[in-house]
């Protein structure tokens, strides 16, 4: 099976500038969430979407992350506008059920913010 | 909040030898514990995952033990190989049904 698809791989932006990343998962896989990592830190949960619909946006920085899956298929992630401390990589995951089963992680993609 | 601790941040073990890796977890209705291995610049990918009504799982050299009482769980490797050595990390279920707080990793090397 196709993995979870995340670009781009790289970007480099300024700060105050606004960026966006795409995730398409795994077919069939209607739960989707989307992951901070800073380099040196576990993975930190932005956003959760089953289906459609948010599940989970308790740690989205709101005034200037937003996420959205509108079909419930592919996702997009948008900061604007960037802080330096936005630098990490941002990864990508789906599963199968909710809750309580193996995350499929992107190969993510590495932010560095200027 | 929900909280889960890691240690230790390094493990450096000789090749050949066992390592252990210890998480520890707050949410009390936490009742799922997978282990993830990063490479480096790679996906964290799944190695094994245990539920909280088994008290150990067991996959080649690869094994995970939950203590629930003390909300404690631990990822042992024997027989380690230098292709061990990576970033590994633990996590926990928030709530029964809930998505994954992780720890913040541990850097296991294998020295030949």
């Known amino acids: 099976e196709a993995g979870v698809a995340q670009s781009p791989r790289y970007k480099i932006i300024e700060k105050r500038q606004s960026v966006a990343f795409w995730c398409n998962p795994i077919?069939?896989?209607?739960?989707l969430y989307w992951y901070q990592q800073i380099l040196g830190q576990g993975p930190k949960l932005l956003i959760q979407?089953?289906?459609?619909?948010?599940?989970?946006d308790s740690q989205l920085p709101k005034d200037r992350f937003s996420a959205e899956r509108l079909k419930g298929v592919d996702s997009t992630l948008k900061i604007q506008p960037a802080k330096l401390e936005d630098s990490a990589v941002y990864l990508c995951?789906?599963?199968?059920?909710?809750?309580?089963?193996?995350?499929?992680f992107g190969n993510g993609t590495r932010l560095t913010v200027t | 909040g929900e909280n889960v601790e890691q240690h230790p941040s390094t493990l450096s073990v000789q090749e050949g030898d066992s390592a252990v890796i210890k998480c520890t977890y707050s949410?009390?209705?936490?009742?799922?514990f997978p282990w993830y291995k990063q490479e480096l610049g790679k996906r964290p990918q799944l190695i094994i995952d245990?539920?909280?009504?088994?008290g150990e799982k067991k996959d080649q050299r690869i094994a995970v033990t939950l203590n629930k009482t003390a909300k404690h769980f631990s990822l042992h490797i024997t027989e380690t190989q230098p292709e061990d050595s990576a970033v590994y990390f633990c996590a926990a279920s928030r709530g029964s049904q809930g998505n994954l707080i992780f720890g913040k990793g541990t850097k296991l090397s294998v020295k030949p």
């Open positions: 949410d009390s209705a936490s009742n799922y």
């Open positions: 245990i539920r909280s009504n088994v």
């Open positions: 979407f089953q289906n459609n619909g948010v599940v989970d």
């Open positions: 077919s069939g896989h209607a739960t």
């Open positions: 995951a789906s599963s199968s059920l909710q809750g309580n089963s193996p995350l499929h």
